[in-house]
């Protein structure tokens, strides 16, 4: 179990970009899956991107491909999510996980998590 940080949340008007950054310790990077969650107010944790080791698989909810990108620099232990062309319901707090089983990243019950950044779209 590692300490995920992440950063780069922010208000944006639609349409507009962010670019999340998860910087990871505590674990030995490279051998991790990673992904992307997300928390809207009142609503349930969703999923919303993961990247295999060495990045060589990505999956994405239905709701944001085409819009976000997972990616990650096993030299500098990150994990990023660039967003582009936000929408209002986009906002919410977004979380970093992590495991060595890729499955459990997907499911939601990676070994790691962050403390989360929030995202707020304006219309």
């Known amino acids: 179990q590692g300490h995920l940080i992440e950063s780069g949340g922010g208000l944006v008007q639609a349409g507009a970009s962010l670019r999340l950054s998860c910087a990871a310790s505590?674990?030995?990077?490279?051998?991790?899956?990673m992904g992307w969650f997300r928390q809207a107010p009142g609503k349930e944790r969703e999923f919303v991107a993961t990247?295999?080791?060495?990045?060589?698989?990505?999956h994405y909810a239905d709701s944001v491909k085409g819009r976000f990108t997972i990616s990650r620099d096993d030299a500098k232990n990150t994990v990023y999510l660039q967003m582009n062309n936000l929408k209002p319901e986009d906002t919410a707090v977004y979380y970093c996980t992590g495991d060595r089983s890729l499955l459990a990243v997907v499911i939601g019950t990676g070994d790691s998590w962050g403390q989360g950044t929030q995202v707020t779209v304006s219309p």
């Open positions: 505590g674990l030995t990077f490279r051998s991790y899956c």
């Open positions: 990247i295999g080791w060495r990045g060589a698989t990505t």
